[in-house]
């Protein structure tokens, strides 16, 4: 059974920093595609960041610049860095995986099969 299990939330001050994780297990392929998602209060869920098996990635234009995506295959872990927060980052974050994903639609929720139960990070200005 897949598992992933997220990390790292919390409450920061604009303009710091947060590290989340997602731990995966329980799975016997690699799968395509991991990325992180958010949902605020009120609001659609809306993909933030993704990676794919070769390593490309691709971000909301709303974080571009301030957040990297980035993975430990090692460790079958992946990483979210989010430099310069603003408050309109505040929300719940998910951790996604894919076993397919086309690149046009990688930032669709309705593309990833599995998800972690989020962990909450909340930016105060």
């Known amino acids: 059974q897949v598992q992933l299990v997220e990390s790292g939330g919390g409450s920061v001050q604009a303009g710091g920093s947060l590290r989340l994780s997602c731990a995966a297990s329980?799975?016997?392929?690699?799968?395509?595609?991991m990325a992180w998602f958010r949902q605020a209060p009120g609001k659609a869920r809306e993909g933030v960041a993704v990676?794919?098996?070769?390593?490309?990635?691709v971000y909301a234009d709303s974080v571009k610049g301030r957040f990297t995506i980035s993975k430990d295959n090692a460790k079958n872990t992946l990483y979210l860095q989010m430099n310069s927060l603003k408050p309109e980052d505040t929300a719940m974050y998910y951790c996604a995986a894919a076993r397919q994903c086309p690149w046009w639609l990688r930032l669709h929720p309705n593309v990833y099969n599995y998800w972690g139960q989020g962990t909450q990070v909340t930016v105060s200005s």
């Open positions: 990676i794919d098996r070769d390593g490309s990635t």
């Open positions: 329980g799975y016997r392929d690699s799968f395509n595609c």
